[in-house]
């Protein structure tokens, strides 16, 4: 039997190897995680394509109500700065027509000469400087000044020289 025993021990040796082996595989392969299908991997492209469309879509319309609204204020401060261009210039105009209007008037009078005579205006303001042949003149001067449209005030400079 001793014999017997011997040999059997090699064959059990052997058996429990391989059984610990075939365990040891068995463990292995569980612990695997599956490949994913064809289909499972097109599923999850699908699903990220549909994620990003919709973040696009959400940019997209943010980009444009940000666009809209720096259009309509691009818009409001055009306007605002073409009505004080206007205004400038409406003021300019007004200007020149009553300096235009006053050295008319100086024109008309036989005592004054309008070449000697200058006539600023700024803002309805206006400057007389130059020389005038009288008080008189010099005085009717300033009322041909005030009685010109838009004129807001005369600062009268002339200095009566003797002829």
Request: hydrophobic share 40%; net charge negative; with cysteine.
């Amino acid at each position: 039997m001793n014999s017997q025993n011997l040999m059997d021990r090699p064959a059990h040796r052997i058996a429990s190897i391989l059984a610990v082996s075939a365990l040891a595989l068995g463990l292995a392969a569980c612990g695997k995680t599956e490949e994913p299908t064809v289909g499972q991997r097109l599923d999850s492209a699908v699903e990220k394509t549909e994620h990003a469309a919709a973040d696009a879509r959400v940019k997209a319309e943010s980009a444009m109500q940000s666009a809209e609204t720096k259009m309509e204020q691009g818009a409001a401060n055009a306007e605002a700065t073409a009505k004080d261009a206007a205004n400038t210039a409406k003021g300019a105009i007004d200007d020149a027509t009553i300096t235009a209007q006053v050295n008319a008037g100086l024109a008309k009078d036989p005592d004054l000469s309008a070449l000697k005579i200058n006539v600023d205006t700024v803002n309805g303001k206006v400057t007389l400087n130059g020389p005038a042949p009288s008080t008189v003149a010099r005085d009717r001067a300033e009322t041909i000044a005030k009685s010109v449209t838009g004129v807001t005030s005369v600062n009268n400079q002339l200095v009566v020289t003797a002829s």
